[in-house]
């Protein structure tokens, strides 16, 4: 398409994932015709071919544009188009009728990664509301993490910030492929590779292309035995005394407990656990303890995805930088609270407004202390007082995610008769599809609402669906600082107003909470709602208005302080220390022995591994790895788009040559994969970058050319990963939940052709 002479650049911030790049609309009467990177914004100018699909996603023919009310049988896929104010009428209307009954905690709430603001508005809703039942995929996707980090640091771990001196570093890509998942991030990596003063140690079961192009090391782990890894380093940099000892004396708590709980874990028999060979394990971790502080080891995301070692997995990282000495140290591993010139987290969503009666009744409360309530209070009661009464709130505490379709389905502990999903998939995103699709299809579930910009399998199950707009369609405030996860601020401008009737989400919560007497907690605009936010930062700036910034200002960052904790904190007359509940990065985590689990990182054979069922394993004698990213699809994302689909019409299953041979699996044919839970199947592509006791699936596949009505829904059962798992609590990480999406035992073998 040719761009005319009186093209327009607008400046936004890119939401086709969470990094969220600085992006350059090119706006040509009215229509964005390109999408690019802006130079000018803190990512420099990055970005991805994901990115600039957006452009194709506003316009697609099949977006959702108007409101839409069910006709018939739910899943039928026979709508009614029916005004904004209808479906708010009504659905206010039900949710009040359903809360008189059943009581506020009978609605629920589930969320994905968002493509709007679904989750911290969703989360002023049902605090105002009074139910405590927001579930999202936070609970295996990085808020774990992040709510482990605030109990060991105070604090959540950022960017690694440029070194102050030129001396070696190294940097541990742990479970994930920045390649395909955070691009803007491999991008960094590779200036960094080119420098040549930053070593890479990369750990992941898969030869992938970062292997070749950045690693020093490579160490080619079993699935789900990270924990045994890192807790294999500690022995060896302890033992060593590899660790920086005057950090460790000064500003940590529990190490002799940490020093005796490692000799469990002796590289040789770390060796047996992981298939790592002992040699490598004892290499690796003296490369990454002698580039202290230089030491980084930023998240990836199957650390969050495995289930029952995941807290340990990610508390024993969190010591692996500490004990390094690289906790807030430019080249090393910076921290960061709430941004303080910001309104987010708590102030913005409302948290404390939800009664301690209603918190209570929070599902999974029982068993999932730590992702609940009784852990987001105690991570409140340390860091609140250190970071000048603010947290991050959003996304946190969620509710069990199981837990509420047991609800649906069984009524215990109480009955979820009302669901509303926005930015969320959930026949695709969770584990147990079957069980998933049970409750929302079950009599029990009275009300069901999906926010959406396309009609999804899940979305075709819905009783009301309302369409969401795209980022380039709204005024943008970063993640990071609405929901006071972050320490800055950066805000864009609405690039093309809605189209069709498109709305930004947050008038969907907005309209409902009016409607149901919330209405002097919300604000007009969406554009009000960042201006209060960031207030603090306009007044310093001496600025108006949101708009104001967006055009001025775009992005603010607080100055980096050296080794903040050192700092003196004119209250006290002491230094700042950390965010915990004994000021100091715990080794031993005092807020997880209050909630009765181990204050300390140790390793536990998961079910269904070779290991742990050596019977299982003959009959599925293949690894399943799930979730590796794939540009330019994001999870179920974007299956719609052509310039996508011309790269992959079809899901594949990554699997060595040898395997195939054993199996009778041809290349490029359709091959069942089969675990104990289920069955489905992809198009086999050969690839020596896989052990051969593994096989690598693609996620989230639906076809959205395909029929609509349920039992159909677009395929979502026929190449679906979350078909092969489980959600039972043995699967699940017992502080936070956290449910296994991999891996899992399985065996392949070709589907059958009668032609």
């Known amino acids: 398409e040719l761009i005319s002479m009186a093209v327009e650049i607008r400046k936004s911030i890119c939401w086709g994932c969470w990094m969220q790049c600085g992006a350059l609309a090119h706006v040509d009467q009215g229509r964005v015709v390109k999408l690019s990177g802006d130079p000018e914004f803190y990512t420099k100018g990055f970005f991805c071919d994901r990115g600039a699909r957006f452009a194709e996603h506003l316009y697609h023919p099949e977006r959702l544009n108007y409101p839409l009310k069910r006709k018939g049988e739910r899943g039928e896929a026979r709508w009614e188009q029916i005004s904004w104010d209808q479906a708010l009428d009504e659905i206010a209307a039900k949710l009040k009728e359903l809360k008189g009954k059943y009581g506020a905690e009978t609605l629920a709430t589930t969320c994905g990664t968002g493509r709007g603001h679904q989750e911290t508005f969703k989360e002023r809703f049902l605090h105002l509301f009074g139910s405590p039942n927001h579930a999202n995929a936070g609970q295996f996707c990085r808020i774990e993490t992040r709510e482990i980090d605030y109990a060991i640091y105070g604090a959540d771990i950022v960017a690694m910030k440029p070194k102050l001196v030129e001396r070696e570093g190294c940097i541990v890509i742990w479970g994930h492929n920045p390649k395909e998942s955070v691009?803007?991030?491999?991008?960094?990596?590779?200036?960094?590779?080119?420098?040549?003063?930053?070593?890479?140690?990369?750990i992941d079961p898969k030869r992938t292309e970062i292997v070749d192009e950045l690693a020093d090391l490579w160490l080619p782990i079993r699935p789900t035995t990270d924990a045994a890894l890192a807790l294999g380093w500690l022995n060896v940099i302890i033992n060593e005394e590899l660790y920086d000892k005057e950090f460790v004396e000064k500003w940590c708590y529990g190490f002799d407990q940490l020093k005796k709980r490692v000799?469990?874990?002796?590289?040789?028999?770390v060796a047996e656990i992981t298939w790592v060979s002992k040699e490598k394990i004892i290499e690796s971790a003296r490369m990454f303890a002698k580039a202290k502080p230089y030491t980084n080891i930023p998240w990836g995301v199957k650390t969050d995805m495995q289930g029952r070692n995941v807290t340990s997995i990610i508390h024993a990282i969190a010591i692996l930088r500490a004990i390094t000495g690289s906790i807030n140290v430019s080249g090393g591993s910076p921290l960061s609270g709430p941004c303080l010139k910001a309104k987010g987290g708590s102030d913005f969503n409302y948290i404390d407004m939800l009664s301690p009666e209603q918190r209570a009744k929070q599902l999974g409360i029982d068993r999932h202390k730590f992702w609940t309530f009784p852990g987001y209070d105690l991570i409140s009661q340390a860091m609140r007082p250190y970071w000048n009464g603010k947290i991050c709130s959003s996304y946190m505490p969620g509710c069990h995610i199981p837990d509420v379709w047991r609800a649906i389905l069984t009524e215990d502990p109480y009955p979820i008769k009302a669901l509303i999903v926005g930015g969320n998939n959930?026949?695709?995103?969770?584990?147990?599809?079957?069980?998933?699709?049970?409750?929302?299809?079950s009599p029990n579930l009275e009300f069901f609402a999906v926010v959406e910009q396309w009609l999804t399998p899940s979305a075709v199950l819905a009783d009301y669906v309302l369409p969401a707009a795209n980022w380039l369609e709204m005024p943008l405030l970063h993640f990071g600082t609405y929901t006071g996860s972050q320490d800055f601020v950066a805000a864009s401008e609405q690039i093309v107003p809605p189209l069709f009737e498109r709305r930004p989400d947050y008038y969907f919560w907005q309209g409902l909470g009016i409607r149901l007497g919330q209405e002097k907690y919300w604000r007009q605009t969406l554009e009000k709602e960042w201006e209060w936010c960031i207030k603090p930062l306009l007044d310093e700036l001496n600025m108006e208005s949101f708009e104001e910034f967006t055009q001025k200002q775009r992005f603010w960052f607080p100055p980096f302080e050296e080794r903040y904790h050192e700092k003196i904190d004119p209250k006290t007359g002491r230094p700042k220390g950390f965010g915990t509940p004994t000021g100091k990065i715990e080794f031993y985590s005092t807020i997880l022995d209050k909630l009765g689990y181990d204050p300390m990182p140790h390793y536990k054979e998961p079910a269904e591994t070779p290991v742990s069922q050596p019977e299982l394993s003959k009959e599925y004698p293949l690894i399943l790895i799930t979730g590796s990213r794939f540009r330019p699809f994001y999870h179920s994302e974007h299956r719609q788009l052509h310039s996508a689909r011309k790269l992959y019409p079809d899901p594949t299953v990554e699997i060595h040559p040898d395997t195939a041979r054993e199996t009778g699996v041809e290349e490029g044919e359709w091959t069942i994969i089969e675990t104990t839970w289920g069955k489905i199947k992809q198009r086999a592509r050969f690839s020596t970058r896989i052990d051969p006791r593994m096989v690598d699936i693609q996620h989230s596949w639906w076809f959205p050319e395909e029929i609509p009505d349920d039992p159909i829904l677009y395929r979502s059962f026929e190449s679906n990963a979350n078909v092969l798992t489980t959600d039972q609590d043995e699967y699940c990480d017992p502080p936070t939940g956290a449910m296994r999406l991999s891996p899992y035992l399985c065996k392949v073998y070709p589907a059958k052709k009668y032609y």
């Open 426 to 441: 959930p026949l695709m995103a969770f584990a147990n599809t079957p069980q998933v699709y049970r409750a929302l299809k």
């Open 183 to 202: 691009p803007v991030e491999y991008n960094e990596y590779r200036n960094f590779k080119k420098r040549g003063d930053i070593k890479f140690i990369v």
């Open 263 to 269: 000799q469990e874990y002796p590289p040789e028999k």
